[in-house]
Structures are given as C-alpha cells and as structure tokens.
C-alpha cells in the first residue's frame, strides 16, 4: 500500500451516507493541505473537503450541508461523514496529503449512489 490508503467506498442508496477513512502512513500535525477530493466519469478531479493547516476547513458548495471532514491526530486518520448522498456523489474518492516536504494521493475508493 502506498502512504495514504483509503477505506469506506461502497454501494449506497439516494438519501443514505458513508464515511470515508484515509490512514497516513506519517504524523498528521503538521501540514498544509488534508482531505478528500473526487473524480466522476468524464470529468476532472474536484475538491470536496479539505482542513487547511493553519486555519479553517473548505468545502464543496454541493456538499456543505451533507459532508463533514474531520480528523485524528493520534491515529494520523482523517475521515469524511457523507450523509444524504445523492446520485451525483457518484465518483472516485481520493485523499490528498500536503506538506512543504511530502505531497501524495491516495488509490481512491469507489463510491456509487444509486436507486
């Protein structure tokens, strides 16, 4: 497995929710951008919520309502709760570390809603 390694994709219905985990392989403490972004069939990678180090947390328009990244820094862990999934959730999951020295993506987990 690579330095970051996704868990939690699936098959869930309209209205049901998920949570992603994505396990660092390094200390989580310090650095510059963490989180989750996603890439549906024929469209680009997009952000869907990510904590920025040193300050807040970004969100997706389409999700702010629904999503909600959190993180544990013991467990060098974060995750994403995704509550009342809609079809166009549909998409290729990846979680992203940034620091100054280390950058890395993770495989991806697939998630799919549909009725």
């Known amino acids: 497995q690579g330095p970051l390694v996704e868990s939690g994709g699936g098959v869930v219905q309209p209205g049901g929710s998920l949570r992603l985990s994505c396990a660092v392989s390094r200390s989580i403490v310090s650095f510059t951008e963490l989180g989750w972004y996603r890439q549906a069939p024929g469209k680009a990678r997009e952000l869907v919520a990510v904590i920025i180090g040193g300050g807040g947390m970004n969100y997706a328009d389409s999700v702010k309502d629904r999503f909600t990244i959190s993180r544990d820094g013991a467990k060098n862990t974060v995750y994403l709760q995704m509550n009342s999934l809609k079809p166009e959730d549909t998409a290729v999951y990846y979680c992203?570390?940034?620091?100054?020295?280390?950058?890395?993506w993770g495989q991806g987990t697939q998630v799919t809603v549909s009725s």
């Open positions: 992203y570390f940034g620091s100054r020295i280390f950058n890395s």
